[in-house]
């Protein structure tokens, strides 16, 4: 489950700008844990199939409290809003100086040349899922408030999503598989039910 909450923020990633954010609590991830554990479950151990609520505020509280030191590093202070009509909008603080060392770029006319340290990355899209299977849609990112293009935020997903398992990364607009037998996720305004 800690792959579904890093695919909403990276997905949907670097998941508005977190101004109005509400506060975490401790209570709230202990709740989402709770959640977490029962979900894991396998289907034989489980008295029927489960529908899990989860709302935005034990969202924000686990990605916090609970993820926020195993992020990449450079990632900081995650933030997401769940939507109506399956939109999800977040954001984070990234260092784009880390990835551009990394890049290497000698073209003047790559945009990544002219941004540095760390800096907010905010998100909008939908996301959809069915069959166990998702995909996000990009509406709309920015850098600073400055709209980018979906290859810019592709860039920086690409970077900061790299691991042993995912040498290339995770790709936005690529379907994934949901883990633990999850055939759904249905969002609505500030809060996400987990199909199972």
Do not use: H
């Not at 709302?55 to 924000?60: G, H, R, T, V």
């Amino acid at each position: 489950m800690k792959r579904i909450c890093f695919s909403l923020l990276l997905t949907a990633v670097l998941v508005t700008s977190g101004s109005a954010a509400e506060p975490v609590s401790r209570r709230d991830a202990a709740s989402l844990q709770a959640k977490l554990d029962r979900l894991t479950k396998s289907p034989g151990e489980r008295a029927v199939a489960a529908n899990t609520p989860i709302s935005e505020a034990e969202l924000n509280s686990y990605l916090r409290l609970e993820l926020g030191d195993r992020l990449p590093a450079g990632v900081t202070d995650p933030w997401v809003s769940l939507l109506e009509g399956n939109r999800i909008s977040g954001s984070a603080t990234v260092d784009l100086a880390r990835m551009s060392e990394s890049r290497k770029s000698t073209s003047m006319l790559d945009p990544f040349n002219y941004l540095s340290g760390s800096v907010p990355v905010a998100v909008n899209g939908v996301l959809q899922t069915r069959n166990g299977v998702g995909t996000f849609a990009l509406e709309s990112a920015s850098i600073s408030g400055v709209p980018v293009p979906l290859w810019m935020l592709q860039e920086i997903v690409t970077y900061y999503s790299k691991s042993p398992s995912a040498p290339n990364g995770v790709s936005i607009d690529k379907p994934f598989m949901l883990p633990l037998g999850i055939r759904e996720i249905q969002l609505a305004k500030g809060q996400a039910i987990v199909v199972q």
